[in-house]
């Protein structure tokens, strides 16, 4: 049964636009991260292409990802995503039974003599995801210690990412963190499973999915979340979209001037942005019981809902609201007939019971029910990450960032709390000195 949505009452409205332009991130702190990020990255890809003890990481190359670089991140820029591509002999590879398409075995079309033979099973073609993870991590936490504040953090174990946080003097408050992705770039065309493309020939256009398909895909080191994996599964690699995805987000509209100036704005990524708020708040608030949800969830039925929706007329700023709950609408569907395909590798059903249990898919449908029937109550809770200020010292390594670009907020604090000190004094002496006054007047009256 579809999901009905209901008129939008004047207080959803408001609630709604004004949650909206919360989400937007503040520049200062935006500046601040993005430097702090791009002397790391920049630091690391020396660091990689100087290293003598594992040639095979110097020949590689930087890809931005994620939500940040898309510009549907929300609250504060603490998240960031970097793939290192790997430059590779000849690929192969093999879809893994059961698994729709998604994941992959992945060789050498022929032995070789080049450095990346250490990252080979015994076969000496198929290449080991372990061993490349294992070796991204030593080298990692090598480079991590001259770099001050930042510090690895445990690797998770279905992660395809060597995480990196930069960590406050005292080391208990993450400011932000960046992931770290090694991946495999795939020149010579796209796995059967995808290679029909993405369905966006009414929104985008038949060019731009022949553009897409074009391109390289990439396969990360992550294997599939079941338990009692085989080993052929334990050294699996997913295949990845990122770029493919990063590039639909900035050229979102179905005309190729939306979003160039005011006058053609649309209210899309903040459709997306507002559902990633709701992801957010449902994971908070029922702790342990959606843990099988996360951002990627929203971010395929947003493709999907854009490719059927995909008229720019129908996105304008105006109709924010209206936009929002039809988005959410797809969503409630999507949870309650089971069934949300992976963009590119459709059959790929991101609401399997093998990757989200039955169990917690019903009692989201039951959730996300009662957040629309109530107004959406949890778009109104503020909850406020760590703000992005920088009051420890730097470390050296760090230049763009300079002392006296975080001085003026620790100076105007100390000012602020010196003047609100003195200010107390001499109120208080003041009261003193009056009081005196006033006894010494009163004797010589008597």
């Known amino acids: 049964m579809a999901v009905e949505v209901l008129p939008i009452s004047?207080?959803?409205d408001r609630l709604i636009r004004q949650r909206g332009r919360d989400l937007r991130l503040r520049q200062v702190e935006r500046q601040h991260a993005v430097k702090l990020v791009n002397t790391l990255v920049t630091n690391l890809q020396k660091f990689l292409k100087d290293n003598k003890e594992q040639p095979f990481f110097r020949d590689m190359s930087v890809l931005t990802?994620?939500?940040?670089?898309e510009l549907v991140k929300i609250?504060?820029?603490?998240?960031?995503?970097?793939?290192l591509k790997l430059k590779t002999p000849r690929l192969a590879w093999t879809e893994l039974k059961d698994y729709n398409g998604l994941f992959y075995t992945v060789s050498l079309t022929r032995r070789t003599r080049s450095e990346i033979r250490s990252f080979l099973l015994e076969d000496e073609l198929t290449i080991s995801s372990s061993k490349i993870m294992k070796e991204m991590h030593f080298l990692?936490?090598?480079?991590?210690?001259?770099?001050?504040?930042?510090?690895?953090?445990?690797?998770?174990?279905?992660s395809p990412a060597v995480t990196l946080a930069f960590v406050s003097e005292n080391e208990r408050e993450e400011i932000l963190s960046v992931d770290i992705v090694p991946a495999l770039e795939v020149p010579q065309g796209w796995p059967q499973a995808a290679r029909a493309g993405p369905v966006v020939d009414k929104w985008l256009g038949k060019n731009a999915r022949r553009k897409f398909l074009s391109q390289p895909v990439y396969f990360v080191p992550k294997r599939p979340k079941q338990r009692n994996l085989s080993d052929v599964e334990k050294e699996s690699w997913r295949i990845s979209f990122s770029h493919i995805e990063k590039e639909m987000m900035k050229y979102h509209g179905n005309k190729k001037t939306c979003c160039e100036g005011r006058t053609n704005e649309c209210c899309r990524k903040l459709c997306l942005r507002l559902l990633k708020c709701l992801f957010e708040g449902l994971?908070?608030?029922?702790?342990?019981?959606?843990?099988?949800?996360?951002?990627?969830h929203g971010k395929t039925v947003f493709f999907h809902h854009l490719s059927v929706r995909c008229e720019d007329s129908l996105w304008t700023p105006g109709q924010l609201s209206d936009c929002f709950m039809k988005l959410?609408?797809?969503?409630?569907?999507?949870?309650?007939?089971?069934?949300?395909?992976?963009f590119f590798v459709p059959d790929f059903n991101l609401f399997s019971p093998a990757v989200f249990s039955k169990r917690s898919r019903l009692f989201l449908v039951e959730v996300l029910r009662n957040q629309r029937e109530s107004g959406l109550p949890l778009l109104q809770v503020q909850r406020s990450p760590p703000a992005l200020f920088y009051t420890p010292a730097l470390p050296p390594q760090i230049e763009e960032i300079s002392a006296e670009a975080v001085t003026p907020l620790?100076?105007?604090?100390?000012?602020?709390?010196?003047?609100s000190f003195t200010y107390s004094y001499m109120t208080l002496a003041c009261v003193i000195v009056f009081m005196a006054i006033g006894c010494v007047?009163?004797?010589l009256v008597q």
């Not at 990802?65 to 670089?69: K, L, M, R």
């Not at 609250?75 to 793939?83: A, Q, R, T, V, W």
């Open 328 to 342: 959410l609408g797809d969503f409630e569907n999507a949870a309650q007939l089971g069934s949300l395909p992976h």
């Open 140 to 158: 990692v936490r090598k480079f991590s210690a001259g770099e001050g504040h930042w510090v690895v953090c445990k690797r998770r174990l279905n």
């Open 283 to 296: 994971k908070e608030t029922h702790q342990g019981k959606l843990s099988s949800l996360c951002s990627y």
């Open 441 to 443: 007047f009163r004797a």
């Open 10 to 12: 004047p207080d959803l």
């Open 75 to 83: 609250n504060k820029p603490n998240e960031f995503d970097i793939m």
């Open 65 to 69: 990802t994620g939500s940040y670089y």
């Open 410 to 419: 620790n100076h105007d604090t100390m000012t602020f709390q010196t003047s």
